[in-house]
């Protein structure tokens, strides 16, 4: 089994962006399916590590489908790299305590919702599991530009197709030059893929033929071609002369 967590959230939907990561378990992405619990405990806990007994408590709440609630903590580093946790601020409405910034565990739909400045900001990480025949396995390497207009939380953009070996895609994606500051921020994703799927998607098909296109004008997705959008840097390969021609 691959798990990614995909977390969504801003300040409102103008700014909101989605961040995908892939988790590994021991050193691997394939991990087995009675270990996933485990995986996602520890993908929490490595984020909270000052809340008591956090592995047990998420490892209940996936059993029994349940939730709980806990504060989050300033993080504070000094000069020489020592690591300590504040308390937040905290208000009491209707008989409820409320905390500045404070997350909440859901076992049942396997979410993380973290909230701050009193639930002005929030941002909710979802753990999704799903199974690939090794026949099926490719790794995807791709540039995500976080929320780059208004009501759009990200843009995945592809410049190699799906690699076979995992190796090779990590490779590829820690040397992936990024977009300057030009351009909306950006990160370089690596991801877990079914090929079968991914390849007969809409999203696949454009990222496919903006590449041959690349290809064919003798353009890079670093060239004054680029557009964040795929159909409409598509649109601007199309406009350009071929290699030949230049």
């Given amino acids: 089994m691959y798990i990614t967590a995909s977390t969504y959230g801003g300040i409102d939907w103008h700014d909101s962006r989605t961040i995908h990561e892939q988790l590994k378990s021991n050193g691997s992405y394939n991990i087995e399916k009675d270990k996933i619990p485990e995986a996602i405990a520890e993908d929490i806990a490595r984020n909270f590590p000052y809340v008591e007994d956090i592995r047990e408590k998420v490892l209940e709440a996936l059993s029994e489908k349940s939730c709980f609630r806990f504060a989050i903590k300033d993080v504070q580093t000094d000069s020489e790299g020592n690591v300590s946790y504040q308390d937040c601020r905290s208000c009491e409405v209707d008989g409820r305590i409320w905390f500045e910034m404070e997350a909440a565990f859901d076992g049942g739909k396997q979410t993380l919702t973290q909230e701050y400045a009193f639930g002005q900001v929030s941002y ?41 070996g995992q190796d090779a895609a990590q490779g590829y994606a820690e040397s992936l030059r990024l977009h300057g500051f030009q351009y909306p921020a950006s990160i370089a994703t690596f991801l877990v893929c079914n090929k079968e799927k991914v390849t007969h998607g809409e999203w696949y098909r454009l990222q496919k033929e903006a590449m041959e296109l690349m290809e064919e004008k003798g353009q890079t997705h670093l060239d004054g071609s680029f557009h964040i959008f795929v159909r409409g840097h598509i649109e601007n390969l199309r406009r350009l002369p071929g290699k030949e021609a230049i």
């Fill in 124 to 164: 909710t990480t979802a753990y999704l599991a799903e199974d690939i025949p090794d026949s099926q396995l490719g790794y995807i390497v791709t540039e995500d530009f976080l929320a780059p207009s208004k009501g759009v939380p990200v843009v995945q953009r592809m410049y190699h197709d799906i690699f076979d």
